[in-house]
């Protein structure tokens, strides 16, 4: 495939030297001129592992070559890949500058590209496309030639790649529409789009890109993401083919999960240090833990945690943290982010402006009548003294069978949970407006009804979400 790759900084640098050395023709593009002649030169604009033998190997066999012209770059190539940077504003928020404006540059390009073709077909002469100067002739034939205007497949429409780093909506509500603008054209339709982000890691990318975690394709339409799709043929690792703001939220789940086992891990370090415990051996066990640690256990979004273990024993060990003044920001804030994500399912229900309420689950844990600091048990409290109407049936929980340290606990945080209990589910939906889903009993779902009364709160991602999203009254706390 002929590629073009905007921006040769680290991402752009390392993609455009592999996917040369995978046998692609590749052009880069960047403004910085001492970059381009880097590159041309056979030499890596970037201090990287292998990237300085590769990029002197793809340009001496003319696999890769470099210019500051953006035309140039979209009239010798059928595919781009926009790798600028994304940096943060003073304030934290994403710059998106430099993206925009290389997406109004080749929005530009691409029009006078189709113009061309078009202009050629008119004339019958499959070449007219090539009006760009240099080694542009190839462009022109392949985009002149091949199937109607109407083929979605690349030998006709170029495909605008964004493997920079965007928050989710990026793409589709400010680049797509400022690409159609400069082409004239519909995305999807005129000109090929996809997110495409990238997980390579600085002092290693070479062998990451040949050896990828995953490859992610956010497609605006399958011809699209096909197209990314044999970009990639080649290389190993599963392939997701997902929505494109999907795509670009994976590559934030993906480090900003490393930020937090980073910092955990270091927060553990120096509790372990000052109460004499090597922590590496601590982590060395907890590491080989691949049944609950290092697993994806505990990684899907639901409801909030509790029970009698998890939120007194970070209570315990970010006490002994502070009394050793050790700062630990991360395992401090665990427990007030559990308490407000707990918060969001009430304020769900308020915005419902309902006020018979029905609660289904009440233990922490499904299975279980456990009743210990379960995060139901809180928001059952929270609603009743907020003056809700609250009628609960959790098949697992009867009163008269609770004992020792759970009844306590019950007794203490919802002394009238006996006035709340109901016998059946029936009882429940006849009661409720709304009802808060907390469990995934077959007897409650079974039960459920579609079409908005009562109104469905999930709390826990039920089976048919995907069906129930669509429907009037339904909403998804785990979404």
């Known amino acids: 495939m002929r590629v073009s790759v ?28 001492v970059k381009v002649d880097l590159v041309n030169d056979g030499r890596a604009p970037v201090v990287e592992e292998r990237i300085g033998e590769l990029i002197a190997e793809v340009v001496a066999d003319g696999a890769l070559r470099a210019t500051g012209d953006v035309r140039e ?12 940077g994304t940096p943060s504003e003073p304030n934290g928020s994403l710059c998106t500058t430099y993206l925009e404006r290389v997406t109004e540059e080749i929005g530009a390009a691409l029009a006078e590209k189709q113009a061309a073709r078009q202009a050629g077909e008119r004339s019958g002469d499959t070449g007219a496309g090539n009006t760009g100067a240099g080694n542009t002739g190839a462009a022109g034939d392949t985009e002149a030639g091949g199937a109607g205007a109407g083929d979605a497949g690349r030998g006709v429409r170029h495909t605008v790649v964004f493997r920079s780093t965007m928050l989710p909506g990026t793409c589709l509500n400010l680049l797509v529409p400022l690409l159609e603008k400069h082409v004239g054209g519909l995305a999807g339709v005129d000109i090929g789009v996809a997110v495409n982000p990238e997980f390579l890691r600085e002092g290693t990318s070479v062998r990451d890109f040949f050896d990828p975690p995953k490859t992610v394709i956010g497609e605006l339409d399958r011809a699209s993401g096909d197209t990314v799709l044999e970009l990639y043929e080649d290389l190993p690792g599963e392939v997701f083919r997902v929505p494109v703001p999907t795509a ?16 955990f891990a270091n927060e553990l370090g120096a509790v372990c240090r000052a109460l004499g415990v090597d922590s590496h051996q601590v982590m060395d066990v907890f590491l080989a833990d691949r049944k609950l640690n290092i697993s994806p256990a505990y990684l899907r979004p639901g409801f909030a945690f509790g029970g009698s273990c998890l939120p007194k024993d970070l209570r315990s060990l970010v006490h002994a943290a502070q009394r050793a003044d050790v700062s630990v920001p991360i395992l401090s804030h665990v427990l007030p982010s559990n308490s407000a994500h707990l918060e969001r ?4 229900v308020e915005r419902t402006g309902s006020r018979r309420v029905g609660l289904f689950g009440l233990s922490f844990k499904p299975g279980t009548d456990d009743l210990r600091e379960s995060p139901l048990v809180e928001l059952a409290e929270r609603l009743f003294g907020k003056g809700y109407e609250l009628r609960i049936h959790d098949a697992n929980v009867s009163l008269s069978r609770l004992l020792g340290a759970n009844r306590e606990y019950v007794e203490t945080r919802l002394p009238h949970l006996a006035q709340l209990l109901a016998d059946s589910v029936e009882e429940v ?6 009802c808060l889903v907390g469990t995934r009993d077959p007897a409650v779902l079974g039960a459920l009804p579609h079409g908005g009364t009562p109104a469905i709160i999930d709390l826990v991602r039920l089976p048919d979400a995907e069906t129930r999203r669509a429907e009037p009254g339904y ?5």
Request: aromatic share 8%; glycine share 14%.
């Open 73 to 84: 770059a979209i009239m010798g190539s059928e595919v781009s890949l926009i790798c600028v």
């Open 6 to 33: 905007f921006g040769l900084g680290y991402v752009g640098c390392v993609s455009a030297a592999c996917l040369a050395g995978m046998g692609h023709e590749v052009i880069g593009v960047d403004v910085n001129r």
């Open 429 to 434: 939906l006849d009661h409720a407006e709304v």
């Open 475 to 479: 909403v998804g706390l785990a979404w």
């Open 345 to 348: 399912a009430v304020e769900l």
């Open 248 to 263: 670009e939220a994976i590559k934030y789940a993906d480090n900003a999960f490393h930020g937090l086992k980073i910092g």
